[in-house]
């Protein structure tokens, strides 16, 4: 009878190490199943909070799903992330932007709190001061290849923003910025580009007959008086939108900041000169070798309008640049144009500021260097 008690208890013991056993093999194989799946999870999570952009370069880059902490290199982006509505995301500007643009510091004061990570030499940068803004995203001007491997390397994803060397183009790159920015950023995108269009169909309707013996004949001068740009350049674009033609056309000039001699604008003898700069008209008309040149003659060298940002030179303020080249150009033919209106209303569209028609007449006349 102590036998078969014994036996029984021996074989309760087993049984019950058996059963603890089971439960432990049983526990580690609920670990090793919840470990991938926990990593998924995060994996799963990280995916969503970023995502790969093809920019306009053709880099594929992995970058935040929405950007908090952006920084450019390139001037008129600023003024496209304010259009868009997502200025407070940015942290770095270039020098450009804190000291060339005072109506953007009026309208935005906040810029001027803004870091210049970027001199006006947009090609180098101060890897101190660029880590310093903790950004998570680059906006570059395409082509600074050099550029774009340093910023990588410090572990920082950066796009390329392509130049805009027609409107098209312009539209594609706010596109393109709105699409990066996310956000409510697309469809303000959208209503830019129905403005831009609205504006250009109306330029083209009123100067479709134009021959171009009709045209006045257009030299565009920016950083100095012998600087231009040539084919391939928005310049040439606006200058035939507004009823103009570029007298840089089929000249062999091709691309921005291009020198010229005076003997050379002299041959082209431009109806109109229009600068870029304040400084670089008053250059112009203080020095006697230009007063042969019949835009000098006729009091035609006008300082081209602007505003947030310059509208002659790739900025989503170019949608303004040829009502207001048409309505110079051929005053009779664009009569119903109130172009203090069409800005007014791009204002309030784009920035959601009301102007004072004595800022409207310094976006239109700008003194600023």
């Avoid at 109806?271 to 003659?297: G, N, Q």
């Amino acid at each position: 009878m102590a036998d078969i008690r014994f036996l029984y208890r021996r074989l309760t013991a087993v049984l019950v190490a058996a059963l603890l056993a089971l439960l432990a093999l049983t526990a580690c194989g609920d670990d090793s199943t919840s470990t991938p799946s926990g990593s998924a999870h995060q994996t799963a999570e990280a995916e969503a909070t970023t995502r790969t952009v093809v920019d306009m370069s053709g880099n594929s880059v992995k970058v935040p799903s929405h950007p908090m902490r952006i920084v450019t290199n390139y001037p008129a982006v600023t003024q496209i992330i304010f259009l868009l509505g997502a200025i407070e995301r940015q942290v770095g500007v270039t020098e450009t932007n804190l000291t060339t643009l005072p109506l953007f510091k009026k309208i935005y004061p906040p810029l001027a709190s803004k870091t210049a990570v970027f001199g006006t030499d947009t090609t180098t940068v101060n890897n101190e001061v660029l880590l310093g803004q903790k950004p998570d995203l680059v906006l570059l001007s395409a082509g600074n290849n050099t550029l774009r491997k340093k910023i990588t390397a410090l572990g920082i994803p950066a796009l390329d923003v392509a130049s805009f060397p027609n409107s098209d183009k312009l539209k594609d790159g706010v596109s393109f910025i709105a699409d990066v920015l996310g956000g409510d950023a697309p469809g303000r995108a959208k209503k830019f580009t129905e403005f831009y269009d609205s504006a250009l169909g109306r330029a083209a309707e009123g100067t479709k007959d134009l021959p171009d013996a009709e045209r006045p004949k257009i030299y565009y001068t920016a950083d100095n008086p012998l600087s231009t740009d040539g084919s391939k350049t928005i310049a040439e674009v606006w200058a035939r939108q507004g009823g103009g033609v570029a007298v840089t056309e089929n000249s062999g000039v091709q691309g921005t900041a291009k020198s010229v001699t005076l003997e050379t604008v002299v041959a082209w003898n431009p109806d109109y000169i229009i600068c870029r700069d304040h400084s670089t008209c008053e250059e112009i008309l203080k020095d006697d070798r230009w007063s042969t040149v019949a835009a000098v003659r006729n009091n035609h060298v006008i300082t081209n309008p602007r505003g947030v940002f310059v509208w002659a030179a790739r900025s989503a303020e170019s949608a303004l640049q040829p009502l207001w080249l048409a309505k110079t150009l051929h005053p009779d033919r664009f009569a119903d144009v109130n172009i203090e209106k069409e800005i007014k209303t791009f204002y309030t569209t784009f920035y959601n500021y009301n102007l004072t028609d004595a800022e409207v007449d310094g976006i239109l006349s700008p003194t600023q260097p």
